[in-house]
Structures are given as structure tokens and as C-alpha cells.
């Protein structure tokens, strides 16, 4: 591990883009590490493809290879095709975004009264989880129609009033998905098909069909107790929503990044719209998170990104328009972690890019150590003693998140401090605050090791918390 930290961050000081057979190592020694039967990568710089291919095995019965042209479930990188499909039937003037969600979901009139489309997309719409709340019952192995689907979300209470706190919610997206076959009168699959897919040329995207012949589609793989099994089978029309059931190889996204660098899919005012934090309701400030894109910087750059996750699959995009790069993943394992394959990859070919915890130790364990606290103190909502937290994030932060960062701290085993990077010149606001710099801590527990980045103000203050497990 140490080794492959040491390895990453010599390259990642290198001046020069490295040769092609560097990358390939580092892939595939993070393969070796994750246990990954298999992978796709794609990497764009200034609008030249310079790596584009396949590593390990798209299906390991039958000892199939991976290439470029793989196809992968990509699960919730779907979601950005979702929101492009709402953008363009707002530019055709059939729905608006502040439009309430009633409006085309009528079964939702008794709690969905205050959503708008908008909420749907920035996952501010206080929606729970319809696969993951009891009340909804929602068997993976039962297929379900949309109408059902939305009867099922519209029984859920909402977790928070909509448009003031920010949760992930696939509810939303799968809702998004109804509204486009509603308005549009067609299936939002079809839908992309006919107004992304064939004019970007993204000649193998298409939603999820376990019953078609499908061309060098992969095999999706878990590991349970240690040995590697196959994914777990999930009803038809559970992976059909608009919440991230599609099948994508890495050339088709390369297509859709040349589509959006090029301006060849969306106006210039939507892509914007697509791009720009949500903005939470009262002092609550902005959010990471656009319509169906993240839009967290990384290491003091502009990135915009996704990553996803589903039945034995994971999947990033990562964008970073300032240095005109792009990388994409594409998995066929569970338990892969997305970030340090796509960061690793990216430090190769733009230095400041290197993870944090590739970087040289501080040695500040106080420093470390009072960061520790302040999650800890979040979690059972004590006075934050050991740092201070702007107000609209202590305000906006959920329960659940809150007990999350306490486990963590509980759970860390050693904190090491990686320093800050300056983001004064990019101008962020995060929950009411002006972000002056991120700072990083690697922690390490029993099960896990994550990267926590913290968002401060010029005063030290805490605006945001974000994590990342490597």
C-alpha cells in the first residue's frame, strides 16, 4: 500500500504526461489491490482521447477480456442523462423547473405539494429512499409499474421540508423518469435515445435489458466472505428507472463528453443551469450538487463528476473543465472504490491533481486531532468545542449524517493531516459561508480508510464536510 502511495505521488510530480505502460501499472495494481475482475478506463485531455481500454475480465466463467467497448451497468452516472432529458423538454416548453412536481404526479397531492422538478433534480426534495424505507416495502425481486412505483414513494413522509436540507435521493431521479414519459409520451429511455444517444453518437447506451442479446455486456461480481460471486438478480422493471439503469461503455461516454465540451447537446444557459450548486432555502447557502452532477471542487480545481453504484457495478465520471481533462471508469465489482483509480489516474496527467493522502505527512496531530473532535461533536450535537462550524451547516446537517461523522471519529483508529489547498480564487460559498481553503485528513479505522476534506473560511471556520473512502 505504502509502495503504491510512494509510486503514485513520484508520478504525480512528474512535468510531463507519463508513458502510457505507467497508467497500466497503476491500474492494474489497484485492481490487484481492490480484487476488480474488471475495468474500463477512458481519459480525454484537450479534446484528444489518449486512453481508452480494457483491464481484466468483462466476465470471468467465460474468461472474456474487457475492452474499450465493454458494456457496464453504470447505475447512478445515469442520472445526469435523466436530468439532460428534464433540461431539454424545459427548452421545448413542456415543463418548468420551479413547475410542482403535482403537476404531472397527482398521487403525491397530499405530501408533494411544495416539490418542484427543481427539488427532483439538486436531491432537495425531502424524498425519501423508496428501496431503502420499511414503510415502502419494495421488493428488488418483484416487478413494479411506474404508477406503482409512484404510489408507493407518495405513502413515504418527507424527511425534511422541501428545499431546505440536502439528501441523495434515487426516489427523486425514478420520479424525474415518470415526469419525462408523461410530458413527452415516451419512455424516458427512449427519450434519450432519440435526443442524446444517436446524435452524440453513443452508439451502445441504451437502459438495462437482462432478456435482449446484448453485444460484449459484462458480467457484474461481488464478494461475499471473501470469495467473489455473481451480482444478485433484481426484477426487470427495477432496472428500468431513471435513477441509473443504463448500460454505457466508455466510448459512449466519451462521445457525451465531446457532446457537452463541444456545446452539441443542451443551450448554453442549461448546461450552466446544470452545473451551478443548489441553493438551499434560508441560510442554508449552496450544496455541492447540480442537476444530476456533482460540482465539488477537488485539490483547489474545478471538477464535475458522479460516480455509481448498482448490482455489481460501479462507475465515475470526473471532469475537470479548467485543465480540460476528463476520466472515466467503468467496474464490474461491488466493492470497487471509484476515487482513487480516477484521481490516481488524473495526477499522471495534471500533478496538481494528486490525491491528498498521496502526499507527504504534516505530522500536526493536534491539528488532526481537533478536526477528529469536531466530528465527534457532531454527532451527539454537543458544543463544537474543539473548532467552530458556520451556523447553515450545523442547521442543514441531518441526523443521520451527523451520526455517521461520529462513528467515523469513534471508529479512527490514527488521523493524519495532509495540509490545505486554496480555493479563494474560485469564490465558493457553502452553507451561507465564502470557502477560503480545503483541508484534508486521512483516517484509518478498523474496516476502512477514508479522506475527509474540510471546507473553511478565512476564519477557520467549518463550512462543509465531505468524505471518501480509498
Wanted: aromatic content about 8%; charged content about 20%; overall charge negative.
Amino acid at each position: 500500500m505504502i509502495g503504491l502511495l510512494g509510486a503514485l505521488l513520484g508520478i504525480a510530480q512528474q512535468p510531463r504526461p507519463p508513458a502510457a505502460d505507467s497508467v497500466d501499472r497503476f491500474v492494474i495494481a489497484e485492481m490487484r489491490r481492490q480484487r476488480i475482475p474488471g475495468l474500463a478506463l477512458a481519459v480525454v485531455s484537450r479534446g484528444r482521447v489518449i486512453k481508452a481500454r480494457g483491464y481484466g475480465f468483462a466476465n470471468v466463467e467465460l474468461h472474456v477480456t474487457a475492452t474499450d467497448s465493454t458494456i457496464f451497468q453504470s447505475g447512478s452516472v445515469g442520472k445526469q442523462f435523466t436530468a439532460a432529458g428534464i433540461l431539454l423538454l424545459v427548452e421545448d416548453g413542456k415543463l418548468a423547473l420551479d413547475d410542482p412536481i403535482t403537476k404531472y404526479l397527482p398521487q403525491g397531492q397530499e405530501r408533494w405539494h411544495d416539490v418542484t422538478v427543481r427539488h427532483l433534480l439538486t436531491h432537495t426534495s425531502g424524498i425519501p429512499e423508496y428501496e431503502e424505507t420499511d414503510s415502502a416495502s419494495v421488493d428488488l425481486r418483484h416487478d413494479f409499474t411506474e404508477d406503482s412505483l409512484v404510489k408507493i414513494a407518495a405513502r413515504l413522509p418527507l424527511e425534511f421540508f422541501p428545499g431546505t436540507h440536502w439528501h441523495y435521493s434515487n426516489t427523486g431521479f425514478m420520479l424525474l423518469g415518470v415526469i419525462i414519459h408523461r410530458v413527452s409520451g415516451m419512455f424516458y429511455g427512449d427519450l434519450l435515445a432519440q435526443r442524446v444517444f444517436r446524435p452524440l453518437g453513443m452508439q451502445t447506451a441504451r437502459v438495462i435489458s437482462e432478456s435482449d442479446i446484448v453485444m460484449n455486456r459484462s458480467a457484474g461480481y461481488q464478494l461475499v466472505d471473501g470469495q467473489l460471486k455473481n451480482q444478485d438478480w433484481v426484477a426487470p422493471s427495477l432496472n428500468t428507472t431513471a435513477d441509473g439503469a443504463l448500460y454505457l461503455s466508455v466510448r459512449d461516454m466519451i462521445a457525451w463528453d465531446r457532446g457537452l465540451t463541444e456545446g452539441r447537446i443542451l443551450t448554453p444557459q442549461s448546461r450552466a443551469a446544470m452545473w451551478t450548486p443548489a441553493t438551499l432555502a434560508g441560510d442554508g447557502g449552496t450544496v455541492d450538487y447540480g442537476f444530476g452532477w456533482s460540482v465539488s471542487p477537488y485539490r483547489g480545481h474545478r471538477a464535475i463528476g458522479h460516480t455509481g453504484s448498482w448490482q455489481g457495478f460501479k462507475s465515475m465520471i470526473q471532469r475537470f473543465p479548467d485543465d480540460s481533462l476528463t476520466v472515466i471508469l467503468l467496474a464490474n465489482l461491488a466493492e470497487t472504490l471509484q476515487r482513487p483509480i480516477v484521481y490516481g489516474v488524473a495526477a499522471m496527467y495534471r500533478r496538481g491533481l494528486a490525491p491528498p493522502y498521496a502526499l507527504p505527512d504534516d505530522s500536526d496531530t493536534a491539528t488532526a486531532g481537533r478536526f477528529v473532535g469536531l466530528l465527534r461533536s457532531l454527532g451527539d450535537s454537543s458544543e463544537l468545542s474543539t473548532l467552530t462550524a458556520v451556523r447553515g451547516f450545523t442547521t442543514t446537517l441531518l441526523d443521520d449524517s451527523r451520526r455517521e461523522f461520529a462513528r467515523l471519529a469513534d471508529s479512527s483508529r490514527s488521523a493524519t493531516w495532509h495540509g490545505c489547498d486554496n480555493l479563494a480564487s474560485l469564490h465558493l460559498e457553502r452553507h451561507g459561508a465564502q470557502v477560503d481553503r480545503n483541508c484534508y485528513i486521512d483516517m484509518v479505522g478498523a474496516d476502512s480508510r477514508s479522506l475527509m476534506t474540510f471546507w473553511l473560511t478565512a476564519k477557520g471556520e467549518v463550512a462543509d464536510v465531505s468524505r471518501f473512502d480509498h
